[in-house]
């Protein structure tokens, strides 16, 4: 792959004989594709112990929000290792970025859908080093060379003898071995847990007997609940508030509003209840979305910033025998993990302790020490499981350390949202308009593709040629071979909070490709999958592009290697029944390609008399390289089907007059059981390395289901949400 994870460079065991085996690395700080940076620090991270028990511990560098990484990071060393999978254990890491950084962010961060690929050889590397200082270990009490010592499940043993010692026996002596360089790691053949399936998940037991602790979960001695009221509108500021609020402790003014604090949660609540705030929303966000749409709808006529331009598109379009235009729109969505955003703070004169899910362990670290005035290693961090995130659960412990500090700093505070302030008060995936033209010529071949995008940048801090990637991505990198191409965008500037969500920029630029594309099918007469397999024929590596708006050192990555999506595509059909009978009403197909890694899928549905239509089946294929727990695999694109789903018939957030709507899962719904299809998950066999699978799949499921509708019934569906599961 053409962003292979960072090399390990060299090693060093860290003190720690006296409780059995401690294995560190030192890692170089390099992004994958990124500008090398060999002369900045290595830093050492500590992803193994042996303890003298037997037990092994992997230390996960990337928080679980029910994602399966503490167990795919597990199986990484496990495997190297030759572990029992049944003596291994595994616990967050502590908040430390010069250990545990992410190898792609450079910083400890979990995000991205990249956890096992910045980790796959780090973790890898790691249990390979743990097994040769055992294996060395072993030969040295046995006094017999290195060769003649083998390990497996846990148990290492001497060929042609009957000397056997598990690694709770040698863990102090391993730790005295010195620290081999260059240790080999198995090749993929070689693999007896890796790609396995039926591996047992480390975090499960502990959420059937309901010990696992989430953040919502944790209570430490003395601690009070905080609640917050905030401004109806996105901007408003407190004009003036009643303090006066008996039955609570504090009530005090922080930057997002004013904190109520109380023995409990519900006397919190039910003074917030009472509380008596102005709001200034002379500085507010007071559009409604009716009108941010119209507005958008205007930039459509106008050309933005060149997200990627091919050819000549403007003489392409003109010469072009016919044209096909289409408008889409796509609303705000909001996260609504099921477990809302909860923070809990202990701080004391020079320290501060933090139990939270947030992602960005480094990012909550350093904004807790920058508000309290303390060095970052001062600030600790207890990743705790969250119930779910989604991108949701970044960036929420800055605010439970403002009311901390405002309350006097020596009291530990958890800060609570609920449903309803999660929804009106979170930050969201933006809004979106687009435009997608479509020129033929007069032998129904493609000449010219034209799609423009309106609407907020998630990253406006890091453009390239005005662009942020992840307003386009999806768009501005179609595979397929069209001479003239142009993608643009206008960036928007709006007052409502946003951030990335699930299945990003995919989300809705998949589905103007994609449903666009079948369009094309239908006005030319020719079948869906023979139409993409015509324009997925030649590389895309290989097509001159003149303008591509991503940094430099990316752009190997932004396309899938060639042929895989083709091939994926082509999986999906074949077991999906392509081109045979079958299915009750409509058949649509739609491939995507995020994260390195290439999903396709086919959706079945089933059309009523009365409008009413039922997903019935979803094929999907899936090339993530090596899928290190095909289980989780299977588990993260059944689930990105229920998400997608989801905010395809129901996902929305809209505003009046600047205030959001919606407050709960009664008016912001998501996927009912009973709506869920039956998913087919095909794994493509590869050895290249890992990829991810968290989110792509998200993208590939509503443009699919939506060309089946259009297969079934001739309609077209280009605002998002449905609204119900019904053709309009």
Known sequence: MPDSP??????????????????????????????????????PNAFLRISPDNEVTIIAKHVEWGQGIHTTLAMMIAEELDASWAQVRVRPAPADPAHYANLIFEMQHTAGSNSVRNSWEQYRRAGATGRAMLVSAAA???????????????????????????????????????????????????????????????DTPSKIDASARFAIDVAVPGMLTALVARSPRFGGTVSSVNRDIPGVRHVVEIPTGVAVVADSFWAAKQARDRLDVSWDDSAAETRSTAELVAEYRALLDQRGDIARSDGAIDNALANAARTITADFEYPYLAHAPLEPAAVVVRTSGDGCEIWTGDGSVQGAQEGAAELLGLGPDRVAINSVYAGGSFGRKDGTTNE??????????????????????????????????????????????????????????????????????????????????????????????????????????????AYSVETMLDDVAAETGR????????????????????????????????????????????????????????????????????????????????????????????????????????????????GSVAWGLSIMLHGAITLDRGVVQQSNFDDYA???????????VHIVPSEAPPTGVGQVAVATVAPAVANALFAATGQRVRRLPFGSARVP
């Open 400 to 509: 439970a350390v403002e009311i901390a500090r405002a309350i006097g700093g020596n009291t530990p505070v958890k800060l609570l949202w609920t449903r309803e302030d999660d929804l009106r008060h979170s930050f969201y995936r933006p809004m979106y308009v687009h435009r997608v033209t479509v020129g033929l010529d007069d032998a129904n071949a493609i000449t010219a593709w034209r799609h423009t995008i309106v609407g907020q940048s998630i990253f406006p801090w890091e453009p390239v040629n005005g662009v942020d990637w992840v307003s386009v991505d999806g768009a501005a990198n179609i595979p397929y071979d069209i001479p003239n191409i142009l993608v643009d965008l206008h960036t928007t500037e709006v007052g409502v909070p946003i951030n990335t969500l699930r299945g990003t920029a995919g989300a809705h630029t």
């Open 670 to 680: 998501v996927l009912r059981m009973d709506q869920m299809p039956r998913v087919e």
């Open 140 to 202: 040295a009490r046995w006094r017999v060379p290195v060769g003649e010592i083998a390990v497996r499940d846990g148990i290492v043993r001497r060929e042609r003898s009957s000397r056997r010692a598990t690694f709770g026996d040698l863990a102090t002596a391993a730790a005295a071995q010195p620290v081999p360089d260059n240790v080999p790691l198995k090749d993929i053949g070689q693999f007896r847990l890796i790609g396995t399936s039926g591996v047992r998940r480390l």
């Open 527 to 638: 079948d869906p999958l023979a139409l993409r397999q015509e324009l997925m024929a030649r590389d895309p590596h290989l097509k001159d592009i003149d303008i591509l708006s991503i940094a430099e050192a990316d752009r190997p990555t932004v396309f899938a290697e060639y042929p895989r999506q083709l091939k994926t595509l082509e999986l999906a059909a074949e077991r999906a029944g392509w081109g045979t009978s079958g299915t009750k009403s409509g058949r649509g197909l739609a491939v995507h390609y995020g994260f390195l890694t290439s999903v396709a899928m086919v959706a079945e549905v089933t059309v009523r008399g009365d409008r009413t239509f039922r997903v019935d089946r979803v094929v999907c294929a899936v090339d993530c390289g090596v899928a290190v727990n095909p289980d989780i695999v299977r588990g993260q694109i059944e």
């Open 6 to 43: 960072a090399r390990v460079g060299r090693r060093t065991v860290l003190k720690g004989a006296a409780a059995g085996l401690v294995i560190g690395l030192y890692v170089p700080h390099r992004a994958e594709g990124r500008t090398a940076r060999a002369k900045e620090p290595f830093a």
